[in-house]
C-alpha cells in the first residue's frame, strides 16, 4: 500500500485528503506546516501532496529539501493561477499541479499517474517486461517496459505520444482524464495545449484500435472536460 504525505494547513482540506486517499487504497499521514511536514517525512512516503501557502516553512522552500532527502513524486496544489509561479515550482523539483479547487477524481489519477511513473524509473527490472509492467483493458494490452501495445492480439504501430495518451487513459480505466492532465503528463509541461494536436492524437488512436478491432469501441469524448474509457 501507497503512503502518501499531505502537507496543507486547512484542517477541513487535509481532513477531506486524509478520506479520500484513504477510501482509494491508500495510508496518509497529515502534516499542517512546512516544518512538520519535514519532520513527518520519512522513507515510506511514496508521494507529497503539498499546499503552497503553509505556516513556518513555505510548500516553495520545502521541495527541494524533500527531493534532498527522497526522489519522491511532489504534486503542488495551490489557488495560485500565475503560469510563471508554476514553471518556477517545476524548476524547484514539482512534479505536478494542481489548482485548487480540484476535481478528486482528476487529482487521484494525477496521484496514481505519478507513483507509477516513479516506480518505473526506480524498479531495477522496468526493463524486463516483468507482469507489475502489463496493463491491461478489454483486449489491449500495454508492455510499459518495453513501451508496446497490442489490440486483439495484434501489436499496435503508435507514436511516443499516442503511446503515452492511451498509457495514461488504460492506467486510469475508471476516471476521466481531463485535457490538462494529459498536456500535464504527457508533454511533460512543454506548455502545449493546443487542442488540435490533442484531437489529432486522439483521433490517430481510435483509427489504430478499429484497425485491430472493428467491432469495439474504446475511448469515448467527456466534452468539455476530456477523455476516458468505455465502461
Request: glycine share 6%.
Amino acid at each position: 500500500m501507497k503512503t502518501i504525505l499531505i502537507i496543507e494547513d486547512d484542517v477541513q482540506i487535509n481532513d477531506m485528503l486524509k478520506v479520500l486517499l484513504s477510501k482509494n487504497g491508500f495510508e496518509t499521514i497529515s502534516a499542517y506546516s512546512g516544518t512538520e511536514g519535514l519532520l513527518a517525512f520519512n522513507d515510506n512516503v511514496d508521494l507529497v501532496l503539498l499546499d503552497l501557502m503553509l505556516p513556518g516553512k513555505s510548500g516553495d522552500e520545502i521541495i527541494g529539501e524533500i527531493k534532498g532527502k527522497k526522489k519522491v513524486p511532489v504534486i503542488v496544489s495551490s489557488a495560485i493561477t500565475d503560469v510563471q509561479k508554476k514553471v518556477d515550482l517545476f524548476s524547484l523539483g514539482a512534479d505536478d499541479y494542481v489548482t485548487k479547487p480540484f476535481d478528486n477524481d482528476e487529482l487521484l489519477a494525477r496521484i496514481v499517474a505519478r507513483i507509477k511513473m516513479y516506480d518505473k524509473l526506480t524498479s531495477d527490472g522496468s526493463q524486463d517486461g516483468s507482469i507489475d509492467d502489463i496493463i491491461t483493458y478489454k483486449d489491449i494490452t500495454l508492455d510499459r517496459g518495453r513501451r508496446i501495445a497490442s489490440c486483439n492480439d495484434t501489436e499496435m504501430n503508435l507514436s511516443k505520444i499516442e503511446y503515452d495518451i492511451l498509457a495514461l487513459l488504460v492506467e486510469n480505466k475508471s476516471r476521466t482524464c481531463t485535457k490538462g492532465m494529459i498536456y500535464d503528463i504527457v508533454w511533460e509541461y512543454e506548455g502545449n495545449d493546443d487542442d488540435n494536436a490533442l484531437n489529432v492524437h486522439m483521433s490517430n488512436i481510435r483509427r489504430k484500435l478499429k484497425k485491430c478491432n472493428a467491432d469495439n469501441d474504446y475511448i469515448e469524448t467527456v466534452w468539455g472536460v476530456g477523455y476516458r474509457l468505455k465502461k
